[in-house]
Each structure stands twice: as C-alpha cells, then as structure tokens.
C-alpha cells in the first residue's frame, strides 16, 4: 500500500468471523498531511468490514476535529488499503481452508 | 488519564491514546 504517512493497524486479532473490527490509526508522518496536525495520539475505532465506507469513518473524524479536512481522503485512503487487506487475508484462509 | 474519548454525532467513539515510541517511525 502507498504510504500516507497514516498508519492503520488490527486493534485486536482477527478471528475472522467478526464483521466489526478494532482498528487503531495513527500519523507515523506528519509532513505527508497538508492541514495543521496537532499530536493527539493513536485513534482507536470499530469499523464494520461488510457496511462500512472508510471515507465516511474519515470524514467523521475530520468532524470530531481529529484531522484538517485537506486530510480527510488521505485517512480514507489509509483506512481502505487496510481493510482491503484484511478482507483478502480473511478471503485467503477461507480458500485455504477450502 | 492521557487517554481521551471523542464521540462523533453519528454515535461512533474514538478512543484517543498516546502512540508507543517504538510504533513512530524514525524521522
């Protein structure tokens, strides 16, 4: 996956059954980001992999005042590439196992 | 606490904490 600068990460195991996930986001690259970023820390959030939008889960942080809305797409797009890969690791065991 | 709990209007929680040391990467 590109790198954001966001990183996004399992805030639990995946047991792979779950459809809500633990995730935890943080900024490992603050002069990737184009708005102001104050340091707050690592955010942690459940994020529903079969109806979820991880634009909106963005977007919804850049409302609660975590991130400048110039980075919203940049949180989205971190969220996706993460939760693209847990659905093909959950894809992969399950064929797997098949 | 250093760990902070920001609830968005739609309902959804995140739990702000602070990032271990070892987990940033080196500038």
């Known amino acids: ?98 | 606490s250093a760990t902070a709990q920001v609830v968005h209007s739609a309902g959804r929680r995140f739990i702000v904490s602070p990032v271990p040391e070892a987990r940033l990467k080196e500038q």
């Open chain 1, 1 to 98: 996956a590109e790198d954001t600068g966001v990183r996004v990460e399992l805030a639990e195991e995946d047991d792979g059954k779950k459809a809500s996930i633990a995730l935890k986001l943080w900024v490992e690259d603050h002069k990737k980001l184009k708005g102001k970023y104050k340091e707050s820390g690592a955010i942690e959030f459940t994020f529903d992999l079969e109806k979820e939008v991880p634009e909106v889960v963005a977007q919804e942080m850049v409302e609660s005042g975590l991130f400048h809305e110039s980075d919203g797409k940049t949180v989205g797009k971190s969220i996706r590439d993460r939760v693209a890969l847990i659905k093909w690791r959950r894809e992969r065991t399950v064929s797997a196992a098949a």
